[in-house]
């Protein structure tokens, strides 16, 4: 069982992220959602330890960085590596003189799972930034982390690539008894793929459950500010399709 308490984030004067606790068993995926500048940024940061020590807790133990891999919203590359080379450094920390077999193999692995083998050999400066995003999320997939955190890991994808990544990232989780927990903007998304998640509001955690319970009409009429309208997948899913709540007359 994962545990994160997190105390209370500032930046100057304001609090941006009050005291909170996250719980995830293994083989969950946990989404982050709420409006923008609800805190999700400042909660994934804390619990991947990029703005000091890591809060989350496995079993009552600390996890080791190595074994969370973290990937924020904005990125950029500039390096000039093949796309191969850039899964590869991953697992830079059993990297020497020579690069095994091995880490060939299981690079060559997380590239195919994303669809994305026959870009092995190209710049990655050259792809879009699409591209770039899904070889960066490889990249963390690689280490085989215990703890995956991901800020709008599709913010860069078509529909297809969306779906895709989203359902690789479920089955990961499910395949190594992982977490993975991810920001995402995309309601409709994130009840398909999340198993519970996480509601933020100006920096307060006001829920954490499954979608069903907590994608309520009045739950995102409050937090965004529009008039939903909650329908049913074939799947049996959630659908979230927003309106602009009128004026009255």
């Not at 020590?53 to 009552?60: L, T």
């Not at 060559?108 to 999320?137: C, I, T, W």
């Not at 280490?143 to 297809?160: C, F, I, K, N, Q």
């Amino acid at each position: 069982m994962l545990t994160a308490t997190i105390r209370e984030v500032r930046k100057g004067r304001v609090t941006v992220l009050q005291p909170l606790r996250l719980t995830a068993a293994p083989g969950q995926v946990l989404g982050v959602i709420g409006p923008n500048g609800a805190g999700k940024s400042t909660l994934l940061r804390q619990l991947a330890g990029i703005d000091g020590a890591g809060a989350a807790r496995w079993s009552g133990e600390a996890l080791a960085a190595r074994q969370i891999g973290f990937m924020p919203q904005a990125f950029q590359v500039s390096a000039r590596l093949s796309v191969l080379e850039c899964v590869l450094l991953g697992r830079r920390e059993g990297l020497g003189w020579r690069v095994a077999a091995q880490d060939l193999a299981a690079s060559a692995a997380a590239l195919a799972a994303l669809g994305l083998e026959r870009l092995a050999q190209r710049p990655l400066e050259s792809l879009s930034g699409g591209q770039q995003q899904m070889v960066l999320l490889a990249q963390r997939l690689v280490r085989r982390p215990r703890l995956l955190v991901l800020d709008e890991p599709t913010s860069a994808l078509d529909l297809h690539h969306q779906l895709t990544v989203l359902g690789h990232l479920r089955a990961h989780a499910r395949r190594r008894d992982a977490i993975v927990v991810m920001a995402l903007h995309d309601l409709t998304m994130a009840a398909r793929f999340c198993d519970r998640l996480a509601l933020l509001q100006a920096g307060h955690l006001l829920a954490c459950g499954p979608p069903c319970t907590l994608l309520t009409s009045e739950a995102i009429r409050e937090g965004w500010q529009v008039e939903p309208e909650v329908l049913l997948a074939r799947d049996g899913g959630q659908v979230i399709v927003p309106h602009r709540i009128e004026a009255p007359q």
